[in-house]
T-cell receptor, first 117, second 114 residues
Framework: AQKITQTQPGMFVQEKEAVTLDCTYD???????LFWYKQPSSGEMIFLIY??????QNATEGRYSLNFQKARKSANLVISASQLGDSAMYFC??????????????FGKGTLLTVNP | DAGVIQSPRHEVTEMGQEVTLRCKPI?????LFWYRQTMMRGLELLIY????????DSGMPEDRFSAKMPNASFSTLKIQPSEPRDSAVYFC????????????FGSGTRLTVV
């Protein structure tokens, strides 16, 4: 079973508008972390934002916020005021903190975001 | 801080040849990860180390792949013999034990096996 599901292969948004990228996850571990990464066309993986399973508030980092709905097992990324430079592939990832293999990240398939001028 | 440094950036090799990818993690990071990215399979974890000790190598595709971390500042991923299906981008990443700040990835090595 997929642990991380990103159902949107591609998304389009107008410059300066907000966009939400979906991510659902599957785990029975009570302690876990959720991450979002950006991969521009140049190929590097850029860490954007982190949410811990016990965090009471949604994480925010500048124009990025994570809409964490624990009961629904969703961790959507919201980008406000989109910029042309936001055009990239975005990956959601999860780390399960219990069990024998802590600290490894499992990634979703990604969403390709295109920001239109 | 120079970040995670991978070499080479690009590697083209012939099928059957040995390939060695190199990684220098961020100083002080306890964990080192090797990932492979392909269009078909996405990002897959191959192996990861904690304090230079391999913890989980269940993602290593087969015996042709091996990874070592002889010290805290250096790791290698070796493929011998290489095959065309090994063509991919190989990323190295490192993190502190807690990992809340995200795992820092290197720029990747694009491997092409012809």
């Amino acid at each position: 079973a997929q642990k991380i599901t990103q159902t949107q292969p591609g998304m389009f948004v107008q410059e300066k508008e907000a966009v939400t990228l979906d991510c659902t996850y599957d785990t029975s571990d009570p302690s876990y972390g959720l991450f979002w990464y950006k991969q521009p066309s140049s190929g590097e993986m850029i860490f954007l934002i982190y949410q811990g399973s016990y965090d009471q508030q949604n994480a925010t980092e500048g124009r990025y916020s994570l809409n964490f709905q624990k009961a629904r097992k969703s961790a959507n990324l919201v980008i406000s005021a989109s910029q042309l430079g936001d055009s990239a592939m975005y990956f959601c990832a999860m780390r399960e903190d219990s069990g024998g293999s802590n600290y490894k990240l499992t990634f979703g398939k990604g969403t390709l975001l295109t920001v239109n001028p | 801080d120079a970040g995670v440094i991978q070499s080479p950036r690009h590697e083209v090799t012939e099928m059957g040849q040995e390939v060695t990818l190199r990684c220098k993690p961020i100083s002080g990071h306890d964990y080192l990860f090797w990932y492979r990215q392909t269009m078909m399979r996405g990002l897959e974890l191959l192996i990861y180390f904690n304090n230079n000790v391999p913890i989980d190598d269940s993602g290593m595709p087969e015996d042709r792949f091996s990874a070592k971390m002889p010290n805290a500042s250096f790791s290698t991923l070796k493929i011998q013999p290489s095959e065309p299906r090994d063509s991919a981008v190989y990323f190295c990443a490192s993190s502190l034990w807690a990992g809340e700040g995200g795992y820092t990835f290197g720029s990747g090595t694009r491997l092409t096996v012809v």
